[in-house]
C-alpha cells in the first residue's frame, strides 16, 4: 500500500478493515490514532502489548530512521512468510499421525464399551467363561468410564505441572542435550537453530544495523535459553575484538556448511549475502527433512496403533471362540 502512494495513517486504516479479531483490531487502531497525532510507527507499536514482536519493532524503527520502511516491509513480510512456512511444515508432520490416533482411539472405545460386553453376556448366559484378556480389557475401559473425570483432572495438572518443570534453566539444559544427541532429531534442531540465526541476520543486516547489534538482537527470537545464552557470549567476544567465524563457533553447533561460509564470507567482507545464501540454504534442508520424517512417522504410528487394535479386535474375537468351545 505504501508502494501505491497510499498514506501511512490511510494504510493503518485499511488493515483495521481487515481484520476480526479484536485484539489484532484495536493494536492497529491504536497505532493508526498515533501515527495520525505524529508519532512513529515503532513508538506507536511499542505501546501496545504482546501483539508487535520486539524483532519488528527493532526493525521498523531502522526503516523509520533511515527513511527506507518500504523496503524493510517488504523484508520483514518475506522473513515471517519463511517462519511461518517453516511452521507450517511442522504441523503438517504431526497432522496425520494425530488424526490417526484421534481415529483409533475413538475405535477402540467403540469397540469396548459397545460390542465386547454383548459378546460377554452371551458367553455367561451360556455359561462360558471369559478369556483373561478379554477381562483385562474391559476392566481397564470399565476403569476408564468410571473415573475419566478423575484421570482428565490428574492429566491436565501434570501437564501444567510438567510446562513449569520444563522452564527451569537446569531442566532447559538437560532437554537441549538430550536433542542434541538424538540422532536425526538433532540435525532438524540445530537447522532450525541456524535458520533462525541465518533469516534474522540477513534482514537486519541489509537494514543497515551492524554486526554486533544484529546478533545481539537475534539471541533473543531464539527460542532457547541455551542457545540466547551462546549468543549473548558470542556478542562479548566481538566487542572484545574477535572475529565472526570465530564467535560463533562458540555456539557448539559444528555444522561444517555453516561454520564454512561463515568463515568465507566473513574473509570476503560479504557477510549480509552469505547469511542471505544460508538462509536459503537451511529453509529447503528443514522442508526436506520435515518431508522425510513425515515419511517415517506415518508407518511407524499405523504399526503401532495397528497393535493396539489388534489386542483389542483378540479381545472381541476370544468369546466368539469361546461360545464355539462351549457350543461344542
Same mark, same amino acid.
Given at each position: #500500500?505504501? *508502494?501505491?502512494?497510499? %498514506?501511512?495513517?490511510?494504510?493503518?486504516?485499511?488493515?483495521?478493515?481487515?481484520?476480526?479479531?479484536?485484539?489484532?483490531?484495536?493494536?492497529?487502531?491504536?497505532?493508526?490514532?498515533?501515527? @495520525?497525532?505524529? &508519532?512513529?510507527?515503532?513508538?506507536?507499536?511499542?505501546?501496545?502489548? *504482546?501483539?508487535? %514482536?520486539?524483532?519488528?519493532?527493532?526493525?521498523?524503527?531502522?526503516? !523509520?530512521?533511515?527513511?527506507?520502511?518500504?523496503? $524493510?516491509?517488504?523484508?520483514?513480510?518475506?522473513?515471517?512468510?519463511?517462519?511461518? &512456512?517453516?511452521?507450517?511444515?511442522?504441523?503438517?508432520?504431526?497432522?496425520?499421525?494425530?488424526? @490417526?490416533?484421534?481415529?483409533?482411539? $475413538?475405535?477402540?472405545?467403540?469397540?469396548?464399551?459397545?460390542?465386547? %460386553?454383548?459378546?460377554? =453376556?452371551?458367553?455367561?448366559?451360556?455359561?462360558?467363561?471369559?478369556?483373561?484378556?478379554?477381562?483385562?480389557?474391559?476392566?481397564?475401559?470399565?476403569?476408564?468410564?468410571?473415573?475419566?473425570?478423575?484421570?482428565?483432572?490428574?492429566? $491436565?495438572?501434570?501437564?501444567?505441572?510438567?510446562?513449569?518443570?520444563?522452564?527451569?534453566?537446569?531442566?532447559?539444559?538437560?532437554?537441549?542435550?538430550?536433542?542434541?544427541?538424538?540422532?536425526?532429531?538433532?540435525?532438524?534442531?540445530?537447522?532450525?537453530?541456524?535458520?533462525?540465526?541465518?533469516?534474522?541476520?540477513?534482514?537486519?543486516?541489509?537494514?543497515?544495523?551492524?554486526?554486533?547489534?544484529?546478533?545481539?538482537?537475534?539471541?533473543?527470537?531464539?527460542?532457547?535459553?541455551? #542457545?540466547? !545464552?551462546?549468543?549473548?557470549?558470542?556478542?562479548?567476544?566481538?566487542?572484545?575484538? !574477535?572475529? @565472526?567465524?570465530?564467535?560463533?563457533?562458540?555456539?557448539?553447533? *559444528?555444522?561444517?556448511?555453516?561454520?564454512?561460509?561463515?568463515?568465507?564470507?566473513?574473509?570476503?567482507?560479504?557477510?549480509?549475502?552469505?547469511?542471505?545464501?544460508?538462509? !536459503?540454504? +537451511?529453509?529447503?534442508?528443514? *522442508?526436506?527433512?520435515?518431508?522425510?520424517?513425515?515419511?517415517?512417522?506415518?508407518?511407524?504410528?499405523?504399526?503401532?496403533?495397528?497393535? +493396539?487394535?489388534?489386542?483389542?479386535? @483378540?479381545?472381541?474375537? #476370544?468369546?466368539? +471362540?469361546?461360545? #464355539? =468351545?462351549?457350543?461344542?
Amino acid at each position: #500500500m505504501l *508502494n501505491t502512494g497510499i %498514506p501511512l495513517f490511510k494504510a493503518f486504516e485499511i488493515l483495521e478493515t481487515q481484520y476480526n479479531k479484536s485484539r489484532l483490531k484495536v493494536a492497529l487502531k491504536t497505532v493508526k490514532e498515533d501515527v @495520525i497525532k505524529g &508519532n512513529s510507527i515503532h513508538e506507536s507499536m511499542k505501546k501496545v502489548k *504482546n501483539i508487535f %514482536p520486539q524483532f519488528m519493532i527493532e526493525t521498523v524503527k531502522i526503516g !523509520e530512521e533511515a527513511g527506507r520502511l518500504e523496503e $524493510i516491509l517488504k523484508r520483514l513480510s518475506s522473513y515471517y512468510e519463511k517462519q511461518y &512456512n517453516i511452521m507450517a511444515a511442522v504441523k503438517n508432520a504431526l497432522t496425520y499421525p494425530l488424526l @490417526i490416533l484421534i481415529t483409533s482411539i $475413538i475405535v477402540m472405545i467403540y469397540l469396548m464399551t459397545k460390542i465386547i %460386553p454383548q459378546f460377554v =453376556d452371551i458367553i455367561l448366559s451360556a455359561g462360558g467363561e471369559v478369556p483373561i484378556l478379554t477381562k483385562a480389557v474391559i476392566y481397564s475401559c470399565e476403569f476408564l468410564r468410571h473415573h475419566y473425570m478423575k484421570i482428565c483432572i490428574v492429566s $491436565i495438572l501434570a501437564a501444567i505441572l510438567l510446562y513449569k518443570f520444563s522452564k527451569n534453566d537446569k531442566v532447559e539444559k538437560v532437554s537441549e542435550s538430550i536433542k542434541m544427541k538424538i540422532p536425526y532429531l538433532r540435525k532438524i534442531y540445530i537447522n532450525l537453530i541456524i535458520f533462525k540465526i541465518c533469516s534474522s541476520m540477513s534482514i537486519l543486516m541489509k537494514s543497515g544495523i551492524n554486526i554486533v547489534k544484529a546478533l545481539r538482537i537475534t539471541g533473543g527470537l531464539l527460542e532457547s535459553k541455551v #542457545m540466547t !545464552e551462546r549468543v549473548e557470549q558470542c556478542v562479548r567476544c566481538m566487542e572484545q575484538g !574477535e572475529g @565472526i567465524y570465530s564467535a560463533l563457533n562458540r555456539l557448539q553447533i *559444528n555444522d561444517s556448511i555453516f561454520l564454512s561460509l561463515i568463515k568465507t564470507g566473513e574473509a570476503a567482507g560479504e557477510m549480509e549475502e552469505i547469511f542471505s545464501s544460508l538462509e !536459503e540454504l +537451511f529453509e529447503n534442508d528443514i *522442508n526436506r527433512c520435515f518431508k522425510r520424517l513425515t515419511k517415517v512417522i506415518e508407518p511407524v504410528v499405523i504399526i503401532f496403533l495397528s497393535l +493396539f487394535v489388534g489386542i483389542f479386535v @483378540i479381545a472381541a474375537l #476370544m468369546p466368539i +471362540f469361546s461360545i #464355539m =468351545d462351549t457350543t461344542l
